[in-house]
């Protein structure tokens, strides 16, 4: 950046300006002249063009006026030669162009001519004085066509043109009119109207020059156009030659007007850069001295910052201090109370602190505080604030928050700072914290009493036990706060090994066996008992635990195929749910793949669900998923087909193996005709792709027996078997118990 604006200030600098305009204005004064010499190549080929029509038209004009003469002489044979004498010296006055007419008997013989004068010698010679000139004639006399016998030597002396028009054709052939002209004068009368002084004409004539026009010294070579004469009777090429003048007349000046107003405007620019570089640098020193000034007010304003940081920040840990965090959460409920919006404050106590801090050392517990600050200061943001309470307490304060879910969301991040061990002085220490949290305004209305109220929080968690959080619960809505507490239940369950999966078994209608079952998680909460999945799974899937939950799942269905090896049971394959969450995760094959592995379970065991909402969403990244979960050998099928977005596109892309139709369409399947229709055209349209079909929710023989009519390979629902646990499930098979009959409404 120096060496630029050195560069700038340079003395050279405005000179290299003014060269730089010079070399873009002598650039575009050459590009100007080059579109002006195509300009003027272009307008000569316009004029040589112009020049080649008027002659052809000129020239049809002369064998027309000659052709007239021969069709009177045709229909009136037995005109005297002083008639057609006087008839030749009327076409000679009115186009006053031609040397002689002549009239050439069918021998070839001229025997008659007008004028006498200078002509007489031509009486009596035959035009047929070669081969070629005779053959041409014969032609001419036999087709009545027109011929011309080329640039010759007139008998009469000097070059020139003659046009022979057969008078009648074939044995009608009387002869022939012909026009004697001589090339100086045909080519002065038939340019005449065109060609100025601007311009020199050539006559090529079989690729030999035979006559030039204006063969004046001013011709510019430079440029020249060369036109073919359009005309059967007429092998004649013009190249038009401009004069120097007529050249100059058709360039333009803007060339020479654009270099010159660019050479000045870089003559002004460079004195105004020259100016402008005097200015900056008289002023140089007075902004120096400015700056020295304002370093100096920078540094007392530096002193200021540390010492107002120093009053506001916690020096052992960096974070803010519990007299700056109390102003700060006074001024946010101040900002709160005017934005109708709500304020959490959590409260951290580090468990086992004091026996940590007692048995290793001041040393260690200072140290273990640093390291448990810098986690938590990775929290902070605009909208969260960390602060240290002192002893083992820590305090963050989170603004506008919109509901719940996002104390929520905060809670899980702190108890992910607390996951991993924390190093300290060379020991490695699992450490948990315990957490107490306030809500503004529900749980106060000013900064003493929230901080008063989340305290209370945090000692209610403790006596619970460790390593957990307590919402101050008073004017919570008790939804809420029943919610809160199964998510906090939640978050313990793996844990505590209360998930235990259900079975509900499949029937093959074309064997009428069992050979599939669909597992069913099922959550034992210690208190409220056997929960069902439609309770606990939407927020384990909002606060991001679904994940982990869904792993249980798959890993569990693996060890029940483990365990079922060996019994009546070893046929069976069980198909469990992903979500969405789970088949964006880029480890869940390697896990589906770890858990078939670990418990030694063939893939073709196992079988993965996903709803149509799901293959839809990120396709590219879905297909990649399934297609490495099919290559495992494990069979993927699709949830509730026919609720969403049903589309025969991923049926044809995506490795599906089965097909399941939604129960809202079997429900009333005997009963309405558009449910009827519409799983016909399932079965059938997923027979036709190569897929299996199970149906879901049956729960009537009728259903059944439509079903089996129609060809549908698998059924699920009440009318087999509740969903059942494993060990249950293994006696009904035995005891050949499933297909019960029962008509129950709901699933568990």
């Known amino acids: 950046m120096n060496f630029i604006l050195r560069a700038l200030m340079s003395p050279i600098f405005p000179a290299l300006i003014f060269f730089v305009f010079i070399a873009v204005a002598w650039t575009l004064r050459e590009g100007l002249i080059r579109q002006d010499t195509h300009q003027i190549q272009a307008n000569l080929a316009n004029e040589a063009q112009a020049l080649t029509n008027h002659l052809e038209r000129e020239f049809m004009v002369q064998v027309d006026a000659l052709g007239r003469m021969a069709r009177r002489m045709l229909v009136n044979p037995y005109t005297t030669e002083a008639h057609w004498q006087e008839d030749a010296h009327t076409y000679l006055n009115d186009f006053g162009i031609y040397q002689a007419v002549e009239w050439i008997d069918r021998h070839y013989i001229v025997r008659w001519l007008e004028?006498?004068?200078?002509?007489?010698?031509?009486?009596?010679?035959?035009?047929?004085?070669?081969?070629?000139?005779?053959?041409?004639?014969?032609?001419?006399?036999?087709?009545?066509?027109?011929?011309?016998?080329?640039?010759?030597?007139?008998?009469?002396?000097?070059?020139?043109?003659?046009?022979?028009?057969?008078?009648?054709?074939?044995?009608?052939?009387?002869?022939?009119?012909?026009?004697?002209?001589?090339?100086?004068?045909?080519?002065?009368?038939?340019?005449?109207?065109?060609?100025?002084?601007?311009?020199?004409?050539?006559?090529?004539?079989?690729?030999?020059?035979?006559?030039?026009?204006?063969?004046?010294?001013?011709?510019?070579?430079?440029f020249s156009e060369t036109v073919a004469i359009d005309l059967p009777l007429l092998d004649w090429v013009l190249t038009l030659r401009p004069t120097k003048t007529w050249t100059e007349n058709q360039r333009s000046n803007w060339p020479t007007l654009i270099f010159l107003s660019l050479v000045l405007m870089g003559l002004l620019t460079s004195l105004s850069t020259r100016l402008i570089q005097l200015v900056l640098k008289r002023n140089q020193t007075l902004l120096q001295t400015q700056l020295e000034l304002e370093r100096e007010v920078d540094q007392r304003v530096a002193v200021q910052v540390d010492l107002e940081r120093l009053e506001s920040t916690d020096s052992l840990t960096g974070l803010a201090n519990r007299r700056f965090f109390i102003e700060d959460l006074e001024?946010?409920?101040?900002?709160?109370?005017?934005?109708?919006?709500?304020?959490?404050?959590?409260?951290?106590?580090?468990?086992?602190?004091?026996?940590?801090?007692?048995?290793?050392?001041?040393?260690?517990?200072?140290?273990?505080?640093?390291?448990?600050?810098?986690?938590?200061?990775?929290?902070?943001?605009?909208?969260?604030?960390?602060?240290?309470?002192g002893g083992d307490e820590f305090m963050i304060c989170q603004q506008q928050v919109e509901d719940i879910d996002d104390v929520i969301h905060l809670l899980g991040q702190i108890k992910q700072c607390f996951a991993e061990p924390f190093e300290v002085l060379g020991e490695v220490q699992a450490i948990t914290a315990t957490i107490g949290v306030a809500v503004y305004p529900q749980s106060g209305h000013d900064a003493d009493t929230l901080l008063r109220n989340a305290d209370i929080a945090l000692y209610r968690a403790k006596e619970q036990g460790r390593n957990t959080y307590q919402f101050y619960t008073e004017g919570m809505q008790e939804k809420e706060m029943m919610?809160?507490?199964?998510?906090?239940?939640?978050?313990?369950?793996?844990?505590?090994?209360?998930?235990?999966?259900?079975?509900?078994?499949?029937?093959?209608?074309?064997?009428?066996?069992?050979?599939?079952?669909?597992?069913?998680?099922?959550?034992?909460?210690p208190r409220r008992g056997l929960l069902p999945p439609i309770e606990f799974i939407p927020l384990a899937e909002e606060s991001g635990r679904i994940t982990e939950i869904g792993r249980w799942v798959v890993l569990a269905a693996c060890r029940q195929l483990a365990q079922w090896k060996g019994t009546p049971c070893d046929h069976l394959r069980i198909a469990v749910n992903l979500s969405g969450r789970e088949l964006e995760d880029v480890t869940l094959v390697d896990h589906v793949r770890d858990a078939l592995a670990s418990e030694n379970v063939d893939p073709a065991m196992l079988e993965l669900e996903l709803t149509e909402e799901i293959f839809i969403q990120n396709i590219a990244h879905n297909r990649s998923q399934l297609s490495q979960l099919h290559q495992l050998g494990t069979h993927l099928a699709i949830d509730d087909f026919g609720v969403?977005?049903?589309?025969?596109?991923?049926?044809?892309?995506?490795?599906?193996?089965?097909?399941?139709?939604?129960?809202?369409?079997?429900?009333?399947?005997?009963?309405?005709?558009?449910?009827?229709?519409?799983?016909?055209?399932?079965?059938?349209?997923?027979?036709?792709?190569?897929?299996?079909?199970?149906?879901?929710?049956?729960?009537?023989?009728?259903?059944?027996?439509?079903?089996?009519?129609?060809?549908?390979?698998?059924?699920?629902?009440?009318?087999?078997?509740?969903?059942?646990?494993?060990?249950?499930?293994?006696?009904?098979?035995?005891?050949?118990s499933l297909f019960t009959g029962q008509n129950e409404t709901s699933e568990l």
């Open 115 to 222: 004028p006498m004068d200078n002509n007489r010698n031509v009486v009596g010679y035959n035009v047929a004085f070669n081969d070629q000139r005779r053959k041409a004639l014969e032609l001419a006399a036999t087709t009545g066509q027109p011929d011309t016998s080329g640039i010759i030597e007139l008998h009469q002396g000097g070059k020139g043109l003659v046009i022979y028009y057969p008078i009648g054709h074939g044995a009608d052939n009387n002869g022939f009119v012909a026009g004697v002209f001589k090339m100086e004068v045909l080519a002065r009368q038939l340019l005449a109207d065109q060609v100025i002084d601007p311009f020199q004409i050539e006559i090529l004539h079989q690729g030999q020059t035979t006559y030039f026009l204006n063969s004046s010294d001013n011709i510019d070579n430079a």
């Open 331 to 389: 001024h946010t409920l101040s900002i709160a109370d005017r934005q109708m919006r709500q304020v959490a404050l959590v409260m951290i106590d580090l468990d086992r602190f004091q026996v940590l801090n007692d048995t290793l050392g001041h040393q260690f517990g200072d140290e273990l505080l640093i390291k448990v600050s810098e986690r938590l200061n990775k929290l902070s943001n605009e909208r969260i604030l960390a602060a240290y309470a």
């Open 483 to 525: 919610r809160l507490e199964l998510d906090k239940d939640l978050s313990q369950a793996l844990a505590n090994d209360e998930f235990v999966l259900y079975y509900q078994p499949q029937l093959n209608l074309d064997t009428g066996e069992i050979n599939s079952v669909e597992a069913l998680i099922r959550w034992r909460h």
């Open 644 to 736: 969403g977005y049903s589309s025969l596109g991923y049926l044809r892309d995506f490795p599906v193996d089965l097909l399941k139709i939604d129960r809202s369409f079997i429900t009333n399947v005997t009963e309405r005709h558009d449910d009827a229709v519409i799983t016909r055209a399932v079965i059938n349209l997923a027979h036709n792709l190569g897929i299996q079909v199970v149906a879901e929710g049956v729960e009537t023989e009728n259903q059944l027996n439509f079903l089996k009519t129609h060809q549908c390979n698998m059924v699920q629902g009440y009318l087999i078997s509740r969903p059942v646990p494993g060990d249950a499930l293994a006696q009904a098979i035995i005891e050949g």
